[in-house]
């Protein structure tokens, strides 16, 4: 620790802290532009400039570290003369637009400007001007008010991966600008605009619409994964115009993804559903709510009256809060069915009620920063968990070892040492492979089960497998570690894969030997609070699969879109079709519900009610309304009360989302029974099966696109813009793929899957494995399809066939 002294107080910091560290560490304001404590120190600014005592020349604050005994003053003639002549540089060319500019009433140029610049300008010559960039549909630019303090670069280099921006020319001539013709594309790209301190970058879809001070903020929290991120929710007249992050060091940091900033204009779609409405001889009609309920309620019990509960579904999206899934399973175990489940996408169910708790990440999500090494397992981490992704960069920046085993050779952009890449059918394979190899490691004394070491002597182990097993215990090339911190994380295409538990129980394995942490990067904003809460089916009960495989006679829907949020959507679809009453709990009409569903009720979005989201992590968060629902929306949570009530369900009666949360948690404190139930074990070792099915097999490799995840995201028109939206409606390929099959890049093919097809146009990419074809799920063009990760067949279509003949 160091004593210093700024502006006649004296403080203690730190060895190797700055100036600007310690007077904020005092709350003595220095200006700065270019300076950002998560961005490293570019000190090009200059307008932090301070006097040290004994130092001849003005010191940047943000880029001088601090000596013991060092006086520092701030305030002093030399400093504002310095500071005020910085400012006098930086306005030379600057625009003096500011009653048009979007960043007005919150513009650092212009506080500091207040404080630090002249009352009139000595410049008279012409100013320059800098041509705008296109750099996509969520980011505007004026490049002209750019002070080229480079926060964009650093941001988009150092914690988004790769460098899409950058400064060319110099002096007078400088300036900012992407690549010919390149659009930001990175997941985190509106975080530029929070740090552009002028008017250079701001958000594209809120442009124009209103100033600052017009805007209420309420906070909230981000309702689209499993992260939990912290937001600002700004409101006029109502309607939501912006979000923005709220700070959360253990959380989001200062950082938001593009999914949890932009998808607010999904709120204010076309498709909201603003009353109920019921369906009659094929036609809906507009009707209130007493008569909508007490229809739904009157035929989904006059059908477990006469076909008992097992006749009932009820599906409840992960997105949910969980008091909504709470009240949705004891809504179904009321009318004494068991048929409940959360888990839409997943297709391999057969580790419920082996598990000891409850599924999740394993550790805290500061904690993924400080890991040693790192296995992502069937994940792509920059689509699932993008603010996840960058913890895990700064990981590898400093020191961490990252390995994947995945069906997709996608860049996460991040070094990674060791890669399997593989089709989803080899992946139990390269799994146990793996295993294996970290069994015979010398230094490991835990042995594996009797079964699971005979099954693993027919394996033989291949050298990226070896590779990754090294590095897990710290056997690598370095052989630095003699114990490292490692972790074994499960992505989404992983919990996807119609394998799922024998990877998970190989996963577990791997980690217990290596004494690694093992988690399961879980989709949705409360997957594991809806573990928590129980809305899975008990023992007899029907799982998500099940539920579709063998129609029900009623379904109850909770924040769900059958043809885009279940694994399989052509069972999805048939299933809704032949079931006798369908009753939507939803904010938005779609034309599946519209063409399946009997009743839709209109729920209000998180915006417009209160409730709890529990995060991968295990942290349970409440939040409020932050606007009125809109029309006659209603909150989920109170729709299924009165469902309950009218149905005949006891102890069915709450006043408010406090009092379901009380329930669900005994009264208790919400962490204590967190850390109770929390756990990734399994009770008993599941029987695994190592084989690998044969090249001729063409399997998809179906993930599901981040602005494509839920309801609210699908309808975000910024989003759904965006390049990656673009490039997901393809059919890839391996090049050698195709020429094996006789197709060319960006010809028609027609895949089939089950049932169903698709006419989709084919794409050469070398990241696909042999005999798999990449086609995402949760979109329109491919909900004729089957299953995420099955089997499928590919044809090429001529050119000079009519689509007609193609379709029939």
């Known amino acids: 620790m160091l004593n210093i002294e700024i502006d006649g107080k004296q403080v203690e910091v730190e060895h190797g802290s700055t100036i600007i560290d310690a007077a904020d560490q005092l709350g003595i304001a220095i200006p700065r532009f270019c300076y950002h404590k998560k961005l490293s120190v570019a000190a090009n600014c200059r307008m932090c400039l301070v006097q040290v005592e004994k130092f001849a020349k003005p010191l940047p604050a943000c880029a001088t570290p601090v000596a013991d005994g060092m006086k520092i003053f701030t305030r002093s003639k030399a400093a504002v003369e310095a500071q005020q002549s910085v400012m006098e540089f930086l306005l030379i060319n600057h625009p003096l637009d500011c009653p048009i500019c979007d960043q007005g009433g919150e513009c650092d140029l212009q506080d500091i400007a207040v404080a630090y610049g002249a009352p009139a300008s000595r410049y008279s010559e012409e100013k320059r001007v800098v041509i705008n960039k296109n750099i996509g549909p969520l980011v505007s630019t004026d490049m002209t008010r750019c002070i080229q303090c480079t926060r964009c670069v650093r941001f988009l280099k150092e914690v988004g991966g790769m460098m899409e921006l950058g400064l060319i020319n110099r002096g007078e001539h400088a300036e900012i600008t992407a690549y010919v013709d390149k659009s930001v594309d990175s997941e985190l790209s509106g975080n530029i605009i929070d740090l552009c301190p002028v008017g250079a970058l701001t958000s594209k879809p809120f442009r124009y619409t209103a100033r600052s001070w017009e805007l209420t903020r309420r906070p909230s929290i981000a309702p689209h994964d499993g992260l939990g991120a912290h937001i600002e929710v700004h409101i006029k007249d109502g309607k939501v115009l912006r979000v923005l992050p709220r700070e959360k060091e253990t959380i989001n940091e200062c950082w938001l993804s593009d999914r949890d900033r932009f998808s607010y204009d999904g709120l204010n779609s076309p498709d909201r559903l603003k009353v109920p409405m019921v369906k009659h001889n094929g036609t809906w009609h507009e009707t209130d709510w007493k008569t909508a309920l007490e229809l739904a309620a009157g035929q989904i019990k006059d059908i ?164 990754i097993a090294l590095s897990l215990t710290g056997h690598g090339e370095t052989m630095d570690l003699i114990s490292p911190r490692s972790a074994v994380f499960l992505g989404n295409i992983s919990q996807h894969h119609p394998r799922y538990t024998e990877i998970f129980s190989l996963a577990e394995a791997i980690s217990s030997l290596c004494g690694a942490t093992f988690g399961v990067l879980s989709a949705g904003a409360n997957s594991v609070g809806a573990n928590l809460v129980g809305a899975m089916p008990k023992a007899g009960g029907l799982n998500a699969r099940t539920m579709l495989e063998s129609p029900r006679k009623a379904y109850l829907l909770m924040n769900v879109e059958p043809e885009l949020d279940c694994h399989n959507p052509s069972l999805a679809t048939n299933a809704m079709q032949q079931a006798e009453c369908v009753v939507a709990l939803t904010a938005y009409k779609s034309e599946a519900l519209e063409r399946d569903a009997d009743i839709m009720l209109p729920i209000a979005p998180f915006t417009e009610t ?48 406090e009092q379901v949360k009380n329930e669900i948690f ?143």
């Open 610 to 657: 209160s409730g709890t989201f529990m995060s991968m992590e295990g942290r349970v968060q409440s939040f409020t309304a932050v606007t009125k629902a809109l029309g006659e929306a209603r909150p989920g949570w109170k729709v299924l009360r009165v469902l309950g009530n009218l149905a005949g369900v006891s102890h069915f009666d709450y006043d408010s989302t």
């Open 304 to 467: 477990v009256n006469s076909e008992g509960g097992d006749a009932l579904g009820v599906l409840v999206s992960p997105n949910s809060t969980m008091e909504e899934a709470y009240l949705a399973t004891k809504f179904a175990h009321g009318l004494g069915s068991d048929n409940v489940d959360y888990r839409l996408r997943h297709t391999d169910f057969r580790h419920d009620g082996k598990r000891l708790g409850v599924i999740w990440m394993g550790c805290n999500i500061p904690d993924v920063q400080e890991m040693d090494r790192i296995l992502v397992i069937g994940g792509n981490l920059r689509n699932e968990h993008p603010l996840l992704a960058q913890r895990i960069r700064r990981a590898v920046a400093n020191g961490a070892e990252l390995s994947v085993v995945n069906p997709l050779d996608d860049d996460p952009l991040i070094p990674i040492k060791h890669k399997a890449i593989c089709s989803p059918n080899d992946m139990v394979n390269v799994l146990s492979q793996i295993l294996k190899a970290v069994s015979g490691m010398e230094r490991l004394s835990l042995c594996l089960p009797k079964s699971l070491s005979e099954l693993l002597e027919g394996v033989k182990v291949w050298d990226n497998s070896k590779a």
């Open 666 to 808: 005994g009264g208790e404190k919400p962490s204590t029974v967190v850390w109770r139930t929390l756990n990734n074990n399994l009770r008993e070792l599941i029987d695994v099966e190592i084989k690998v099915k044969l090249d001729s097999d063409l399997q998809r490799v179906g993930e599901i696109p981040q602005f494509q995840s839920d309801a609210i995201v699908r309808r975000s028109t910024p989003l759904q813009k965006t390049r990656q939206v673009v490039k997901a409606v393809l059919a890839a390929l391996h090049p050698e793929q195709m020429q094996k099959l006789g197709i060319q890049d960006g010809e028609r093919i027609l895949v089939k899957q089950g049932e169903g097809s698709a006419v989709l146009e084919a794409h050469a990419d070398i990241r696909v494995p042999h005999g798999c074809v990449r086609i995402p799920g949760a979109l329109p063009q491919t909900a004729g399809l089957g299953d995420l990760l099955g089997e499928i067949t590919v044809e090429r279509i001529p050119a000079e066939q009519p689509m007609d003949e193609v379709v029939a």
